[in-house]
């Protein structure tokens, strides 16, 4: 009886530790690290290096002017950029079956799905590769896709290949969504909007939200841009204002006659003509005839 109670016990154990182990798992590596970036394991951060192993469960952060690129174990190649923080939540691969879940807290994500013969992706389908928002849950079927979540908007432009995407708070309202296209979710409680992704989307350099960030401050924006006057600009300018006023004319000062050119006719103004004078004409006629005055106007 101790025997089998003992390895019942075991058994046990085993149950209890072959979940933690499978979790624990190396699912991929760091091929690339740039600037501060940092994993986090078991609540602990740690500087993320080349080469440096990945698990399930794993939070990558890259901090600014940081970005990291990740390749997993199936040849999937993971890309985060800056200001940008992600959770490996989820990711198994057995054989030609994929299970994977990544949750995006905020920023942006590429993602570069390694096509299988035989393996299909989808949302019923028994593989699945999945990103999570706070706002949306993003599917692919073997593709290239950039997912990004800043300013309370969700976005996935797919670069190539095809997916699926809905709210997660309507899981019923899914929308295919293929490449060339830009999938978006503005409001928690919205469906998802697809529409044509715009050629700096597709280059992957700039996000719908940061647009809007851009919009949010155009006064602050164009006070950046334009550059402060120097002390000494600031003097000429007034001192220019100033010359300029001193050679205006006055009210009470008349200004100079301006001479024609020798070869101009001078203007002359029927109010300069003057008027003839009024006088009286005597006309002497013959002897006989009279005399007689008139005057001519």
Same mark, same amino acid.
């Given at each position: 009886m101790t025997t089998k109670r003992f390895l019942q016990v075991g058994l046990v154990l085993l149950s209890l530790l072959?979940? *933690?182990? *499978?979790? #624990?798992? %190396? +699912?991929?590596?760091f091929t690339t690290v740039t600037g501060p970036v940092t994993v986090s394991r078991a609540g602990k951060a740690q500087p993320a290096v080349k080469d440096a192993a990945v698990e399930a469960g794993d939070v990558v952060a890259a901090g600014e002017q940081a970005r990291a690129e990740i390749?997993? #174990? =199936?040849? %999937?190649?993971m890309r985060v950029a800056r200001n940008s923080k992600v959770e490996i939540n989820r990711y198994l691969v057995q054989g030609q079956r994929v299970d994977v879940? *990544?949750? *995006?807290?905020?920023?942006?994500i590429q993602n570069i799905v390694t096509p299988l013969p035989g393996r299909v992706f989808g949302k019923d389908a028994p593989n699945r590769f999945e990103v999570d928002t706070p706002t949306a849950t993003c599917g692919v079927r073997g593709t290239d896709f950039i997912t990004s979540y800043q300013n309370g908007v969700s976005q996935t432009t797919f670069l190539s290949g095809a997916g699926y995407a809905f709210n997660i708070r309507l899981p019923q309202q899914v929308v295919a +969504?293929? #490449?060339?296209q830009t999938m978006e979710i503005r409001k928690t409680d919205a469906p998802p909007v697809v529409r044509p992704a715009t050629p700096v989307e597709m280059s992957g350099k700039e996000t719908a939200a940061g647009a809007k960030e851009k919009e949010a &401050?155009?006064?602050?924006a164009a006070k950046k841009e334009e550059p402060a006057a120097k002390p000494e600009? &600031? &003097? =000429?300018? #007034?001192?220019v204002k100033k010359a300029e006023a001193e050679a205006a004319p006055k009210p009470e000062q008349k200004a100079e006659a301006v001479r024609p050119k020798a070869d101009q006719p001078l203007a002359f103004t029927p109010a300069e003509t003057p008027k003839p004078p009024k006088i009286n004409v005597q006309t002497v006629l013959p002897p006989n005839k009279g005399h007689i005055s008139k005057s001519r106007p």
């Open positions: 072959l979940p *933690l182990s *499978l979790h #624990a798992a %190396t +699912v991929g590596n390749r997993f #174990a =199936d040849g %999937t190649i879940k *990544l949750k *995006l807290a905020t920023g942006t +969504v293929s #490449a060339g &401050k155009p006064e602050e600009e &600031k &003097k =000429d300018a #007034a001192e």
